[in-house]
């Protein structure tokens, strides 16, 4: 069926109304009486003002009324506008004509078109241009009348000419000082009198006024003695009187000028006189100067370029002097340069270091042993938790601090989350409650100084938290004790966080058996929590001697610093957490090899700082001054300062979380997972390697992401070499494999689209949809 059949047929006669112009329903044709009188008295009071030989009928102006309610200007006005629109006018042009009339007809009940003739007015606009012609003079030719203006510049000129011809043009400045020039060096005692000529009252009134004289008269100096023989021109003026017309010469205008200063003595080579102030006049001046001053060589290097020259070479000093002494020429200033610049110690631009022997260094110090351990766990084990409890145990965190944590937690409803700010500093991280970055802080004890990399627990932040493992000697694996949460625990990310750090070779690990508290610290459930943890972890390499358990409550703080309190936990007679902490082995350090230092951190480190790298050294030793290597960028940068764990020291060594405060190399070269490495012995970048891979996850070739640290790169798995033995590593004989299963040992290819720093030795990680699908050794 049609939708046009849907529209109602519509029949317009019916539909319209038939309204025709005519007179509307509920309109009364007749004029009331109130209306009629209105009519009357308008009408005569119109025709007052119009007169009675207006010609209009009392018909129109009726109307008129009506149609303007009875405004009697406005039925005045359009009744004359009528009376003259009535009147025939001629027109040029039949069309202009017609566009008058419109025109006229639409505003011709406009007040302001009735205005008498005699009243009009003329509005005058000035052109924005001026008319053709030369401004200031005519266009007429010569001896036609000009303009006063035209005649005084004329006469202007015609006087200038004269002037000049005649030689008095004493105004001038050109003049001037042609005759400055020509003037012969007058002595001081000569130019005090000619200025007692130049006054203007000795000038008679008959001359020319046309010498330049001084607005205010020159003041006698009060140190100067005059002689009874030279009378001044104040105390005797010259009678007035013709003048010779030598007298009427310009003379210098002399100022009074003291003695020359240290920086004139020094650049016109003038010797030092009396403090008497003198008269002098422009020109001696500048003679006296050139008689002293020897001219300067331009077209050899200048002393300034000499210096910046000498800056940026090693120990040219004296070479800077030799350089400068042809330039002296007798002149004592650039003499004075000359032995300036050779006394002058230039620094080298270079940084400097002190070329210490650190193993030595190392050696003599005898530090304190140093640890760095990775907190892992399932998410919401309580690791941030306990391990706030630990540092305000040890008193890192005083009360006044974690009383400010609890209160800002309680108001976001969180208060059981205060002692996990003391790590969780992020805005984000707090909101959420869960970790998201590496957390780091730092603590001591009697015999080792601790650093705590408390590691994200949930799924998403895995790359974080394979960015802290890397860092770590050991892990304290936190476990939920609670009942479900280490079921669910074990299914998730505790089984891939104890893999990943094993994969890292982390071989050492603390389990802390938390939230024993809210099962009543049942050693039933501690002892089952203990076997299971034990048999998988032992399946995923690690040795039994070096897994250490505790239980422990982290709100309350039992097992951690101090033994428990509650007498239900009386059966565990073990020593607490941080005591396991102190019997950690200490890792021994790599430090006979090159420096290996992979950056976790790139920001500035103060305003003397402006580029500044955090890490830790994976390998060698690096002090103040070292040039190293940024690969894989391979450009080269100076150290010019260092810090270990946040204080300023000269030198480091492997193991230790340091900042490099580096120089001479742009930001732009530098990402977080590159090296820092030797020129001498730099790491090898590559963009194909071989890999020993431990199976997660089924194994083929794929897509797949490489992770080392920081180190993030999009990679995938080409070709599968082979299937090894766990035991012995040989490569299994048969058939190449097709897919490697989960649990099992291969070695892989692996391809990167951007060349990565890989050295034979280094652990990778390879994920891929989010999942850790196996770990390994570059082989």
């Given at each position: 069926m049609s939708r046009h059949k849907l529209v109602k047929a519509l029949d317009l006669d019916e539909e319209l109304d038939d309204f025709d112009g005519g007179t509307e329903p509920g309109y009364d044709d007749e004029v009331s009486a109130d209306d009629k009188e209105q009519l009357r008295l308008g009408t005569i009071k119109v025709r007052d003002i119009l007169g009675e030989d207006a010609g209009i009928p009392d018909k129109e102006i009726e109307d008129s009324l009506w149609h303007y309610y009875y405004d009697i200007d406005k039925t005045v006005n359009y009744l004359l506008s009528q009376k003259t629109n009535s009147q025939p006018k001629k027109s040029k042009k039949k069309k202009a004509g017609d566009r008058e009339a419109k025109a006229t007809d639409f505003f011709k009940d406009s007040p302001w078109l009735n205005i008498l003739k005699e009243r009009c007015g003329e509005i005058l606009i000035e052109p924005l241009y001026p008319r053709g012609g030369l401004l200031g003079g005519s266009s007429k030719q010569d001896g036609a009348p000009k303009s006063k203006l035209a005649a005084?510049?004329?006469?202007?000129?015609?006087?200038?000419?004269?002037?000049?011809?005649?030689?008095?043009?004493?105004?001038?400045?050109?003049?001037?000082?042609?005759?400055?020039?020509?003037?012969?060096?007058?002595?001081?005692?000569?130019?005090r009198s000619s200025s007692s000529s130049l006054n203007p009252q000795s000038v008679p009134s008959g001359q020319p006024k046309n010498i330049q004289t001084r607005k205010y008269?020159?003041?006698?100096?009060?140190?100067?003695?005059?002689?009874?023989?030279?009378?001044?021109?104040?105390?005797?003026?010259?009678?007035?009187?013709?003048?010779?017309?030598?007298?009427?010469?310009?003379?210098?205008?002399?100022?009074?000028?003291?003695?020359?200063?240290?920086?004139?003595?020094?650049?016109?080579?003038?010797?030092?006189?009396?403090?008497?102030?003198?008269?002098?006049?422009?020109?001696?001046?500048?003679?006296?100067?050139?008689?002293?001053?020897?001219?300067?060589?331009?077209?050899?290097?200048?002393?300034?370029?000499?210096?910046?020259?000498?800056?940026?070479?090693?120990?040219?000093?004296?070479?800077?002097?030799?350089?400068?002494?042809?330039?002296?020429?007798?002149?004592?200033?650039?003499?004075?340069?000359?032995?300036?610049?050779?006394?002058?110690?230039?620094?080298?631009?270079?940084i400097r270091g002190k070329n210490l022997d650190v193993l030595a260094e190392f050696e003599k110090s005898k530090p304190k042993n140093a640890a760095n351990f990775v907190v892992i766990g399932h998410v919401d084990a309580g690791k941030s938790t306990l391990m706030g409890r630990l540092l305000y145990d040890l008193k890192v965190v005083d009360q006044r601090t974690l009383d400010k944590y609890r209160k800002e937690s309680e108001r976001l409803g969180k208060g059981s989350f205060a002692l996990a700010w003391v790590l969780d500093q992020g805005t984000e991280e707090r909101n959420r409650g869960v970790t998201i970055d590496i957390a780091m802080n730092k603590f001591e004890t009697e015999n080792t100084s601790f650093t705590i990399l408390d590691a994200p627990g949930h799924r998403d932040f895995i790359p974080n938290m394979i960015a802290g493992a890397s860092q770590a000697d050991f892990a304290v694996l936190v476990i939920d004790a609670s009942t479900g949460n280490f079921e669910s625990g074990l299914k998730g990310q505790t089984k891939e966080h104890a893999l990943l750090v094993r994969s890292m070779g982390v071989q050492r690990i603390v389990i802390a058996i938390n939230k024993l508290d809210t099962v009543q610290w049942s050693q039933d459930r501690f002892d089952e929590i203990s076997q299971q943890v034990s048999a998988f972890l032992t399946s995923a390499g690690f040795l039994s001697?070096?897994?250490?358990?505790?239980?422990?409550?982290?709100?309350?703080?039992?097992?951690?610093?101090?033994?428990?309190?509650?007498?239900?936990?009386?059966?565990?007679?073990?020593?607490?957490?941080?005591?396991?902490?102190?019997?950690?082995?200490?890792?021994?350090?790599?430090?006979?090899?090159?420096?290996?230092?992979?950056?976790?951190?790139?920001?500035?480190?103060?305003v003397q700082n402006p580029l500044s790298v955090s890490g830790r050294l994976d390998s060698g030793n690096v002090q103040i001054g070292d040039t190293v290597l940024v690969m894989p960028a391979k450009e080269a940068g100076?150290?010019?300062?260092?810090?270990?764990?946040?204080?300023?020291?000269?030198?480091?060594?492997?193991?230790?979380?340091?900042?490099?405060?580096?120089?001479?190399?742009?930001?732009?070269?530098?990402?977080?997972?590159?090296?820092?490495?030797?020129?001498?012995?730099?790491?090898?970048?590559?963009?194909?390697?071989?890999?020993?891979?431990?199976?997660?996850?089924?194994?083929?070739?794929?897509?797949?992401?490489?992770?080392?640290?920081?180190?993030?790169?999009?990679?995938?798995?080409?070709?599968?070499?082979?299937?090894?033995?766990?035991?012995?590593?040989?490569?299994?004989?048969?058939?190449?494999?097709?897919?490697?299963?989960?649990?099992?040992?291969?070695?892989v290819v692996v391809e990167v689209d951007d060349p990565v720093p890989l050295e034979q030795g280094g652990r990778v990680i390879l994920r891929a949809g989010g999942e850790t699908v196996g770990a390994g050794l570059v082989e």
């Open positions: 005084l510049a004329a006469a202007r000129k015609k006087k200038e000419n004269q002037i000049l011809e005649d030689g008095q043009n004493a105004t001038s400045s050109v003049a001037l000082l042609d005759k400055l020039g020509a003037k012969s060096r007058r002595s001081k005692a000569d130019t008269p020159i003041r006698k100096p009060q140190n100067e003695d005059v002689s009874p023989a030279e009378p001044s021109a104040e105390a005797a003026p010259a009678a007035p009187g013709p003048l010779p017309s030598s007298e009427l010469e310009v003379k210098p205008e002399v100022t009074p000028a003291a003695t020359p200063s240290v920086f004139a003595r020094t650049i016109f080579g003038t010797p030092a006189k009396s403090h008497e102030p003198v008269f002098q006049s422009a020109d001696s001046y500048v003679s006296q100067a050139s008689e002293s001053h020897t001219e300067f060589n331009f077209a050899g290097p200048s002393p300034d370029d000499i210096v910046t020259k000498a800056q940026n070479t090693k120990g040219s000093a004296p070479k800077a002097a030799k350089q400068l002494a042809p330039l002296a020429n007798g002149n004592k200033s650039v003499n004075g340069v000359t032995q300036g610049v050779s006394e002058v110690d230039i620094e080298d631009t270079k001697k070096n897994l250490a358990f505790v239980p422990c409550a982290g709100l309350t703080g039992d097992n951690i610093v101090r033994k428990a309190d509650d007498p239900k936990a009386s059966w565990y007679l073990g020593p607490p957490l941080i005591s396991l902490l102190e019997s950690s082995e200490p890792v021994t350090r790599a430090l006979e090899k090159p420096l290996r230092l992979t950056i976790d951190d790139i920001f500035r480190g103060g100076a150290i010019k300062g260092l810090e270990v764990d946040s204080d300023p020291v000269e030198w480091a060594v492997a193991g230790q979380n340091v900042i490099l405060h580096l120089a001479e190399i742009d930001a732009k070269y530098l990402k977080s997972g590159d090296v820092i490495c030797p020129p001498s012995a730099p790491i090898q970048c590559v963009t194909s390697f071989k890999v020993k891979v431990l199976a997660f996850e089924h194994i083929i070739p794929m897509h797949c992401e490489v992770h080392k640290g920081r180190l993030h790169a999009l990679g995938r798995v080409t070709q599968l070499i082979a299937q090894l033995d766990k035991a012995s590593g040989a490569a299994i004989k048969g058939k190449k494999p097709r897919l490697i299963k989960p649990g099992s040992v291969a070695r």
